[in-house]
């Protein structure tokens, strides 16, 4: 059986902090799916969905068990639906940690079949988060090292 691992995020746009764990996670199993998702609680997106996994799409190019898709529901049903044995979130700081804590359990009582499995960070790139990318966009300041190359013309085409 593949072993098929989901990783949800809003990627409004996606940083190289979240390529890295893209490339960790995808060596950990047959097939990682990078799931653009809704998180109801960001309000201010700046990227369409069709768009966040456009991007996500051309960065990861050279994976071939990589695969993006976009869902607009619970997590927990898509991973069933795809049969999933596991959803990977990473990890940047201590205070990150309540939220997907608290969001690990929940979809653990939603569907108790999987496991949501942490990623830490690189500590690299631990200061890197998708707001700071938008903030600095905004103020046509230099996204180089904070987003994957191939992408950097897009964000800033759409801040001009
Ligand atoms: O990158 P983010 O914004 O921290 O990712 C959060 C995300 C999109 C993974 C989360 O909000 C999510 O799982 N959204 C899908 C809807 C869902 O299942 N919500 C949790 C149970 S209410």
Same mark, same amino acid.
Request: proline share 10%; with cysteine.
């Given at each position: 059986m593949k072993r098929i691992a989901v990783y949800p995020g809003s990627f409004d746009p996606v940083t190289v902090g979240h390529l890295d764990v893209i490339r960790r996670a995808s060596k950990l199993f047959d097939e990682l799916i990078v799931l653009v998702s809704?998180?109801?609680?960001? &309000?201010?997106? &700046?990227?369409?969905p069709q768009e966040r996994v456009s991007m996500i799409t051309r960065v990861t190019t050279?994976? !071939?068990?990589v695969r993006v898709d976009l869902s607009g529901g619970l997590l927990v049903d898509y991973v069933r639906d795809v049969h999933a044995i596991a959803i990977v979130k990473g990890l940047r700081a201590v205070s990150d940690f309540e939220y997907e804590f608290q969001m690990a359990l929940l979809n653990k009582a939603l569907n108790p079949e999987y496991e949501t499995m942490f990623m830490m960070t690189n500590t690299k790139y631990s200061y890197i988060s998708s707001s700071m990318v938008k903030e600095l966009a905004g103020f046509h300041g230099d996204l180089t090292g904070l987003? !994957?190359?191939?992408?950097i013309e897009t964000i800033e085409e759409k801040y001009k």
């Open positions: 809704k998180n109801i609680m960001k &309000s201010n997106e &700046s990227f369409t050279d994976l !071939p068990n987003v !994957p190359c191939e992408i």
